[in-house]
């Protein structure tokens, strides 16, 4: 003990960036999404790999501070994205193999790490074993109503043949499972108990309101019946669903007992970046405790799941280009909410990319050739990538940096992830107050130094704030954290 605490000074004292010890969360809060073809390479195939992903956890938990992890999907599939599964219990040989991920996986679960994967329930590939026995309407056997298929048109099928069409509202690549099918949801269960059992900690829900056509009662009647077989598996398994529609929608799915993203709250349109461009902190700060109430209302249980963008969103550094303080306070609002909070890989360090989602889903930059991916083929993005993982170690002012202190206090206070927060007036619109148990987490919204009057001490000062007298000063687009007297 005497040594390491030693050696933890003298890191302190020499100013290295990596001096400062990690905080080991309460509760397993901050997910990092990876695209893992883009992530990093193993091998030298110039796709990002299993193998890629286990050796860059110390950089995603120890350096950035995030105790989970989401993977987009890992099946054999014949699209770069793969979200048309050909085998639902194997790994792409491209991205390794099962041996590969079971040590990704033990691992994790030996650093108490949560490991989350991608299921693609609402569809699986054109060429998947069940399609091929299905369509064969005279021999489809037990496999005759995985799929729904019609002989006359209907919008969202398309044509098998000229007497046929299949459901399949995406692409033809991907047809529609038909979820009422006993035997689709026996395969769903033996799938999701084959991942549980290899120590996978949660699923992330594919396109959840197109599992019955965007009727929520159905969606929710099923959900519900996935998570409670999923929950008699692992109790403690964390599922979390994309709804990509209107919020009064997804807080009714809350009923189901999953989470769901906040899409209302990320993206270049949601009320996360309107609120800091108009400098509308209070109104956001009740607008979230509203609508994390509502939540609750629906089931007591209910954690938000919050991003700022993901692999179907262009990336967030555009959102504020070239204004690196709103991107940082952007970080810090997002991540310093109530719930489970996701980091998109390179959003960290402001990587850009925007149109088509291949163009989401460039390689992580990590300021070297050693680990570069090539990326998905059909990527055409021809912006100028200045920033890398290296270079924005070494910037202490650095997005990078700011994300690492944003995650290192919301670990060290439980409150935060878990706290049922309230807004709170500090009698200026362009503060946003929320109050979880003792703690207030404040964002300064306006470039203006602001400050905060009232009976309050600062708690943590790691983001902003100094105390003058009997006021707590805070600079333009800072934070801080402070308690009540």
């Known amino acids: 003990m005497i040594k390491k605490t030693l050696l933890v000074l003298i890191l302190l004292l020499s100013g290295c960036s990596k001096s400062v010890e990690p905080v080991e969360p309460a509760s397993n809060s901050v997910f990092y999404e990876i695209f893992v073809g883009s992530f990093y390479d193993t091998d030298g195939d110039g796709m990002g790999d299993l193998k890629g992903v286990e050796m860059k956890l110390d950089y995603i938990q120890n350096e950035l501070g995030a105790q989970g992890i989401w993977l987009m999907p890992i099946h054999p599939s014949p699209s770069y994205h793969k979200y048309d599964v050909l085998d639902y219990k194997a790994i792409d040989p491209k991205y390794g193999t099962m041996e590969d991920f079971d040590s990704l996986v033990n691992e994790m679960n030996d650093r108490g790490m949560t490991l989350i994967l991608d299921l693609v329930l609402n569809h699986s590939s054109v060429e998947h074993p069940w399609f091929k026995a299905s369509r064969d309407r005279d021999n489809c056997s037990d496999y005759c109503d995985y799929y729904t298929f019609s002989e006359v048109p209907v919008p969202g099928y398309h044509v098998l043949n000229n007497s046929l069409y299949y459901e399949s509202e995406f ?8 979820l009422d099918s006993e035997g689709v949801r026996n395969e769903i269960k033996d799938i999701t108990k084959f991942w549980v059992d290899k120590g996978v900690g949660g699923f992330r829900l594919d396109a959840t309101t197109h599992f019955y056509a965007n009727n929520t009662e159905k969606n929710i009647d099923f959900l519900k019946w996935f998570s409670d077989y999923a929950y008699s598996l692992n109790p403690d398994l964390e599922i979390v669903g994309e709804a990509w529609t209107a919020s009064s929608i997804v807080s009714s799915m809350f009923a189901s007992n999953i989470s769901f993203f906040n899409f209302g709250l990320a993206q270049n349109s949601g009320s996360l970046v309107k609120s800091i461009n108009r400098e509308k902190g209070y109104d956001l700060a009740v607008m979230m405790a509203k609508y994390q109430a509502s939540l609750r209302e629906i089931n007591p249980k209910a954690i938000d799941s919050i991003f700022f963008s993901n692999h179907d969103q262009g990336r967030s550094a555009s959102y504020f280009a070239n204004q690196l303080e709103k991107q940082k306070l952007a970080a810090s609002i997002y991540l310093l909410l109530p719930g489970n909070a996701y980091i998109y890989y390179g959003e960290e360090i402001g990587m850009i990319g925007s149109g088509k989602d291949e163009n989401k889903r460039l390689p992580m930059l990590w300021g070297e050739s050693k680990g570069m991916t ?25 997005l990078l940096n700011h994300y690492k202190k944003v995650t290192r206090v919301r670990n060290q206070y439980l409150e935060i992830s878990r706290g049922e927060a309230s807004a709170l007036d500090l009698n200026d619109p362009a503060l946003f107050a929320q109050k979880m148990g003792d703690i207030i987490v404040v964002h300064n919204f306006s470039n203006e130094k602001k400050s905060i009057e009232g009976s309050y001490e600062i708690v943590d000062k790691t983001l902003g704030g100094t105390k003058e007298s009997d006021t707590i000063v805070l600079e333009g687009y800072s934070s801080v954290i402070i308690k009540e007297n």
């Open 171 to 178: 692409t033809d690549t991907m047809p529609d499972l038909n």
């Open 374 to 398: 090539f990326g998905p083929s059909g990527s055409d993005y021809d912006g100028e990538m200045a920033m890398d993982l290296k270079s924005e170690e070494k910037d202490k002012n650095s």
